[in-house]
Every structure is written in C-alpha cells, then in structure tokens.
C-alpha cells in the first residue's frame, strides 16, 4: 500500500514557474515508477510524466518536453514536478501516481495508487 500527497500547486503568472511534490508513505516507494498526470475542467485526465523506479529513465508528454521534469529522490520518498514558462492551458488539477509494475507506461490505468491532486492555476 501506498499513500500519496501532493502539494507545491497554487496561482502564478503564466511565464512563471512551479515546483510540485508528491510525497509517499511505505518502505517500497523506491520499487514503484511514478508518474504525474493532469486534469482541466471538462476535461479528461492527461498523462504529463513518467520517471522509472531507479529515476533512470524518463518520459514526458510530447506537448510538455522542455518545460516539465520530473525528477525523485528515493531516500526522501519524494517525486517532483518541475514546470517552467507555465502557460493558462497548464491549468488544472495535478496527480502522482505509482505504478507496481516497472515497464514504462503513459496510461493512467497503469498506475495503482494515485494522490488526492494539487490544484495549478497559471494567470494570464
């Protein structure tokens, strides 16, 4: 079992930046790929990021490449989002999410624990 928290999200100018976490609970965090993903209103949930149990391998949107990163640190239990030259359409309500298996997936049915979401909103 693993328990996610987000947090980092909140308003900012669109050319501006944030950086988000999600924080696990468990001994096993480091085994588990992670991913983010983010839900606009009236919108469906997108996938943004992937980063591999060991942080070795990583895969972003293609719409995203360049100004996201995700990144983690294992002896914190911790996987981050780093998002730059934020734009309006990047709002919306972002989640972590851990995957048990180690293949690299972009769907969110791959994922078996998911966060609560933390809420970007990007100023124009």
């Known amino acids: 079992q693993v328990q996610l928290v987000e947090s980092g999200g909140g308003l900012v100018q669109a050319g501006g930046s944030l950086r988000l976490s999600c924080a696990a609970s468990?001994?096993?965090?480091?085994?588990?790929?992670m991913g983010w993903f983010r839900q606009a209103p009236g919108k469906e949930r997108e996938f943004v990021a992937f980063?591999?149990?060991?942080?070795?391998?990583?895969v972003y949107a293609d719409s995203l490449k360049g100004r996201f990163t995700i990144s983690r640190d294992n002896a914190k239990n911790t996987v981050y989002l780093q998002m730059i030259s934020l734009k309006p359409e990047d709002t919306a309500v972002y989640y972590c999410?851990?995957?048990?298996?180690?293949?690299?997936?972009?769907?969110?049915?791959?994922?078996?624990?998911w966060g609560q979401g933390t809420q970007v909103t990007v100023s124009s």
């Open positions: 980063i591999s149990w060991s942080g070795g391998r990583t």
């Open positions: 468990g001994r096993t965090f480091s085994t588990y790929a």
């Open positions: 999410a851990a995957a048990a298996r180690r293949a690299t997936t972009t769907q969110a049915s791959g994922y078996d624990y």
